[in-house]
């Protein structure tokens, strides 16, 4: 007698990648320097991000604030890189 083979499932599982997410709609509305720190006054129209002094570093879902200018921000994922100027 011999054994049967095991049953083996096969299954056709494609590979899930994450879609960026949009860039939020960041307003810019002030910059202060002390020193060589920067921070940047960034909130959205929607008040989905509140109205806060941030540093570089600072994370927005997967954007995060890279540079801060004197009237302008750069904020990157992934792939891209939008800059946030404080009069638009």
Do not use: H
Not at 5 to 26: C, F, G, K, V
Not at 51 to 64: A, S
Not at 69 to 81: A, C, F, K, M, V
């Amino acid at each position: 007698m011999t054994a049967a083979a095991p049953i083996r499932e096969t299954r056709n599982i494609q590979a899930q990648t994450a879609l960026p997410s949009a860039p939020p709609d960041l307003l810019l509305k002030g910059i202060s320097e002390n020193g060589e720190m920067r921070k940047a006054l960034i909130g959205t129209e929607s008040a989905e991000i509140e109205m806060e002094w941030q540093k570089i570093g600072t994370r927005f879902d997967d954007w995060e604030l890279i540079e801060i200018g004197s009237d302008w921000i750069l904020i990157e994922n992934n792939e891209d890189q939008i800059r946030v100027d404080m009069y638009k």
